[in-house]
Structures are given as C-alpha cells and as structure tokens.
C-alpha cells in the first residue's frame, strides 16, 4: 500500500517531495485528488477512475496504523521539540556523560592539556649516541687466547721427592703437576710462560738431562720463497722485507738434499706479527717476479741430531751428545770413525746408522703412532729352469701307436639337415617317441 501510494502520485519538477508517512505527505496528497475530483468534467473518463483509485488508496493508508491520525504524545523526559530543531535519534545524551560534563571541573589553566606533563622525560625523546659497553664474553674473545707453555721431560729421575724439593726453590708457591713415564722418566707442566722460562734456565745452568719445545708465542712464521736466484745474498732479502714492514729472524737457501746443489728457494722465517699474512700478496722481489707459499707438512718423525732420539729437535735438547755413526758420546763432526768399519746404532745397537728408517726403535714408534708400514717385498731366487733337449724321453715321452676309439655318445641329439620344416618335424617326433598331434 505505501509503495502503490507514493508511486501513483505525480511528483513536481523541482520540488524536493515530503518524507513519505510524514502529516504534510498525508495533506498534501488528498488536496491533491480532491482538487482534480472537482475539476473532472475536463478529465476523461479513464483518469477520472484513475483519480477515484488513487484517493482511495490515500484513505485507506491514513487509516493504517503505519500512518496514524495524530502524532504520538512525547514522552515526560523527551525534550520538547521546535519547528528550528531537529534531534537526532543515533545522538541521545547519555545521563553520566551529562552528569560528568556538568559537575568535572578542570584544575588547568593552561589551553595547553599536556602543560602540566612538560617536567617528565619524553621517551620519544633521542637519546645520545653513546657506545653500549660491549660485553665481557666478546671482550675475551677479542683477546687472543694465552697458550699453556710446553711440557719438560727429565730424564733419570732416581728420587720424586727431591726433585719437588728443587723445583719448589726455583717456582715458589707456583702451580705445577708432574706425570711419571717409563725408563725413570717425569714429565712437568707449568702454568705461565714465566715460570717455564726461569725453570729452563735454572735446569740449563744445573745441566740437568731434559728436552722440551719451543714456545708457541716465540715460534717464526716461516714462508717459502720461489724462483729467486740462489746467487740473491740472504742480507739483501732481509733488508727489502723489512722495508716493506716485515722483521725478518733468518734467511735460508735452500739445497737439494742428495747433490746439496743450491735451488731458487728460500726460507724466511718472520718475527711474529700482525702483518704476517700478507706477505702471502708479494710478487716482486729484487727485481725478480716471486710466488710466496708456506712451507709443506714433514710427515716423518722428527729426529735429535745431539741425542738421536725420536720427538725433539737438538735446540731444546739438554741430553748427552751421540753419534750418529759409532753411537759415541760426541758430536757427529767430531767423530773419527774409519768410513770402511761398519756403523753403531746409537739406539738400538745395531750395524747400521742412527738415522736409519729401518731402525727397530722407529718402527716402534711409527707402529706406537698408528702409522702403517709399508712390508718389504720379499726376495724370490727364482730356480733355474733346465735346457730343452729334444732327445730327452723324459721331457718328450714316446707316443704310443693303439687303435683310435670311437667317439662317446653325446649327450645331445643332432640332427640331420632338412630343407623343409615337415621333414624336420617327422626327425624330431621319431626322436623323443611322440605321437603325432591331432
């Protein structure tokens, strides 16, 4: 009914129409019909039905309940409303929010509200660019890492208690512990490089038997130099790496170790630095174009060429003196032997030198080590084959002259070539006894 009503009606051009329902809508539309009602003798007779319908249907809408007569009483506490308002039904004052507004009385003056917050600090505030401590894990990383010195092993050892004795006097209330070896043998670890030196040199200036190792901090980056010339003095070397900000321990050339002809290659061992590596970069050197490398791996046991022994050098060795040729106790150059007598292992005894590698004593330690010997080829005498003579009846027998046998049945059944396939079917039927099929 309300959509049929408002649609019959014509609307006039420009003018914004009535909100449907509302009582000047209701006003408007039955003066509308009444007025065209009164005019209908201009009318035809088919608006004039039209007319009567539409007035009827206006009727009957103000008499639903949709569009009541009058309107509805306001209610006590509903503000009263004028022709010059307009109260929104979604904006109804909220009675707390009325009764905060009215009695919440600002204690600021100031138009600005954040005024009296101005003395807090702002976090949004920047901050100085201070360097955050760093923390105390990666300080210690940052610093290389001390090395405990290396061991000392005395030999002869006849009395544990005593040699505590001295080696209290010489450390103080220094930490060290001891571990017993075999053939009398202790070994001494120390805990700072102090201590390892003035225990060395106390040991050396007593001449107590004993061999150590070199410390790693005062060990020499030691680098190979190719293709210089062997002519090349070593001071000329040193001078040119020095100026380009390498200190320079020693200068070898290197010789070939069965003509000991000279080679271009040279060791050069550095003071340890922090620029060590980059010596790695260098490609010219005393005019000559160069190729830096480190020094190969030794893969064989090191041998004392002042005791003979197996895992020391001479230069930390404090040991009595044996030759490497009679096993005397003097130095190798000094040694007078006559070259035609044979040689004295100064380890195991033998007729053979110290330094030989077939040495029961290196065997043992390379087995102790878990290196793999390689075993020797045995020696075959092959036995001499005898002369071939052709006379001879015991390497050519006689034949002897019998009927040949016949040939053993085989196993196998041959046949006889057949040029058709029905001749080769009857062979093979009468063969293996089958029938023939049907």
């Avoid at 007078?336 to 100064?346: G, H, I, R």
Wanted: charged share 20%; hydrophobic share 30%.
């Amino acid at each position: 009914m309300q959509c049929a009503a408002f649609f019959l009606l014509p609307l006039q051009q420009g003018v914004r129409p009535p909100a449907l329902g509302s009582q000047r809508w209701r006003i408007d539309r039955l003066n509308d019909i009444h007025h065209a009602i009164k005019q209908s003798h201009a009318i035809p007779q088919d608006q004039l039905i039209h007319l009567h319908l539409r007035r009827l249907v206006a009727v009957r809408c103000l008499q639903s309940p949709i569009w009541p007569r009058s309107p509805p009483t306001p209610h006590p506490s509903s503000p009263i409303t004028h022709p010059w308002q307009t109260i929104k039904k979604g904006e109804r004052p909220h009675p707390l929010r009325e009764k905060a507004s009215s009695n919440f009385q600002s204690p600021f003056t100031s138009p600005n509200q954040f005024a009296e917050l101005s003395h807090l600090p702002d976090d949004n505030a920047p901050t100085p660019t201070t360097a955050p401590p760093a923390p105390t894990s990666s300080v210690q990383a940052m610093q290389p890492r001390p090395h405990t010195p290396p061991p000392i092993y005395v030999y002869n050892v006849t009395n544990y208690c005593d040699m505590v004795k001295y080696i209290t006097a010489i450390l103080e209330e220094e930490q060290y512990y001891c571990k017993a070896l075999p053939n009398e043998t202790v070994k001494i670890n120390v805990h700072s490089p102090d201590s390892y030196r003035r225990l060395i040199k106390q040991l050396q200036e007593d001449k107590i038997i004993h061999h150590t190792y070199q410390i790693r901090e005062e060990r020499a980056y030691r680098v190979v130099f190719r293709h210089l010339h062997h002519s090349i003095p070593p001071h000329e070397i040193q001078a040119e790496l020095e100026a380009l900000g390498h200190k320079v321990r020693n200068v070898l050339n290197i010789r070939h170790r069965v003509t000991k002809e000279p080679l271009p290659l040279y060791f050069v061992d550095l003071e340890p630095q922090d620029n060590n590596k980059s010596i790695y970069d260098l490609q010219l050197l005393c005019n000559m174009k160069t190729a830096v490398e480190p020094p190969r791996k030794k893969n064989h046991i090191v041998q004392c060429t002042r005791c003979q022994s197996y895992g020391h050098t001479k230069t930390y060795c404090s040991c009595p003196f044996a030759c490497v040729k009679c096993g005397g106790e003097h130095k190798t150059t000094l040694c007078t032997k006559d070259p035609a007598d044979p040689a004295t292992c100064a380890l195991c005894g033998g007729d053979h030198p110290a330094s030989y590698k077939g040495c029961t004593i290196y065997k043992n330690i390379q087995q102790a080590r878990g290196k793999i010997l390689r075993p020797p080829h045995p020696t075959v005498n092959p036995t001499p084959t005898p002369p071939v003579t052709i006379n001879d009846a015991h390497q050519f027998p006689p034949l002897t002259h019998s009927q040949p046998s016949a040939p053993a049945a085989s196993p196998y059944i041959i046949f006889p070539c057949c040029h058709s396939s029905t001749a080769a079917g009857q062979h093979i039927r009468s063969a293996v006894h089958l029938s023939p099929r049907i």
